[in-house]
């Protein structure tokens, strides 16, 4: 099994970088980068000489090279921290990263593209600082345990990586061109919790959670939503639940992602933007793109929509289910739960609808199952696509149990219960309710900028007033970066993936301004404190009961006329992403 050089040590100067690796007994050829011409080259010498002035620095993988406005710059983990052990393989979580530029002078650069360039470098620092990159140096983290499997485990672990969950495979393709195989580090955004050595009635099992997020069409929660003419849907995760245990291995393989057609629900200042929908033959094309990818690789789907079977939700959900219609496949499979309709007044129990209506398919599905020897028992044959509207928070709750009923069969399997009752024991009931509400929390920041909803029935299995009041904050946060972030949050993950590219002969994406919002604030605020001034000239000192009515009835016309004026100009208040990319 080949494998990434773990521990590097990297040597900078003004005329190069070098990169020494550490962790193969001098095997391996140093890495020579020239700062001047670009040009990546293995140094022949095992141990080239250094010079005393070079800056030193420990690192843990190379991410990848980005050509900005001022040339290239080299991105490197320069933090990391361990998760855990996956079948003997070390995982690990990005925590720190460096951004280096080749150029050591941009005095070339006028004084705009330097400001443009600053705005680039900021967008690359948010994403990296992102918690919820996932690396390992000789395991694939991007494929689930059954595809794994079907892999070609002698072949560069870059060319083995799942590219739809290879999140760094723009950045590395300088070192793809000339088959710097070795110091190709393949990393995916998402979630991964490793818990080991867990024991139910005294046997021994690890548990593992993975979430894998896709890349073709990332960004945020009101920009990025539905499908593209290639068929990838906005806030697409493949979640994977593993247990190995002395009597082998099991592997329970599920996805999410947005409803997978043609609408938007661009921010405009209201807290539920207008959803609009567009179907025609680009719908069904698309649809049919998606489709045909999800039931070659997974098989069976079965498709759970739980958004509101009511107002705009009510027809994208037809939309839905006409697609499924027109489809026509017997191997795609549709189910309509309004999820809150159905857990109204807090009665989360009535979620066991949902689940006995699916026992059937989860049945039917299975999931991968290997003996103590590897040899496979059995494989999963289909997967649920779960959905509501952003995907996250509904979403979560429903993966929680399918996830919950799958691993009690898995436990009684392996003889480590002997019985398919969906209640563990109690140390371990926490451990896997945590997880999933970890998981939520990661999956949800990552799209909409806050920890998840609904997150103290993950955690706990009820619904509280403490979990509500905490959702109240999380919605009104969720309402600000929406509005008044996701644009820049969105340019960063376009310009990440490469969905955008630096063209140092283009115009500046910045010229148009961002910030209406900025100039709106200050006319509102001069408004209230003119009416504060006219209204301490104006009125008498003494304050009757008549100057207290017509004081409110002043204060609630500004309020209205405010409220409306915000309403009208609401699509210019909102920070929109400012990179054209072409879906």
Known sequence: MSSVNNHIRLYVSPQRFVLEPLSNSGSEPSLFIDRATHKISKLQSQRPGFNPDDKVQDIYGVLGIIHLLSGPFLIVITGRKHVGKLFRHDIWRVTKARIISYSTDASELTASQKNDESIYLRMLEYVLGMDGFYFSYDYDVTHCFQRVRATDMTAPLWVRADHRFFWNHFLV??????????????????????????????????????????????????????????????????????????????????????????????????????????????????????????????????????????????????????????????????????FHHQCRGMRYDKLSILINQISGDLEKNGYLSADKTGAIVSEQKGIFRVN???????????????????????????????????????????IFKNAWGNNADAISRQYSGTGALKADFTRTGTRNFRGILNDGINSAVRYYLNNFVDGFRQDAFDLFVGNYRVDLSSPSPFTKSNSFHVYYLSVVIFIVLAVILLSSYLLPTELTVFHRFIMALVWAAVFFLIWRVTLTFGKKLVNKPLLYVVN
């Open 388 to 430: 509501c509207i952003d995907n996250l928070d509904r979403t979560n709750v429903v993966q929680s149990l399918l996830a919950r009923r799958a691993l009690s069969l898995q436990l009684t399997q392996f003889g480590i219960t002997n019985t398919t009752s969906d209640l563990f024991e109690r140390q371990f009931e926490q």
């Open 173 to 338: 393709h300088d070192f793809i061109a000339q088959k710097l195989d070795s110091w190709i580090l393949p990393i995916t955004l998402g979630y991964i919790e490793i818990q080991s050595n867990l024991s139910i009635n005294n046997k021994r099992f690890d548990y593992a959670l993975i979430s894998r997020r896709h890349l073709r069409r990332p960004g945020t929660r009101f920009h990025v939503r539905g499908i593209d003419k290639e068929g990838n849907v906005a806030n697409f995760v493949e979640t994977e639940q593993l247990i190995s245990c002395e009597n082998g291995v099991a592997s329970f393989v599920q996805t999410r992602g947005s409803v997978p057609v043609f609408w938007n629900q661009s921010p405009s200042i209201k807290y539920k933007p207008s959803l609009l929908i567009s179907e025609g033959r680009e719908t069904t094309a698309a649809f049919r793109r998606h489709f045909d990818d999800l039931t070659k690789t997974y098989g069976v789907v079965t498709c759970i929509n739980l958004i509101d079977q009511k107002g705009s939700e009510l027809k994208l959900g037809a939309c839905y289910e006409n697609q499924v219609r027109v489809f026509d496949n017997p191997h795609v499979k549709y189910i309509a739960f309004d």
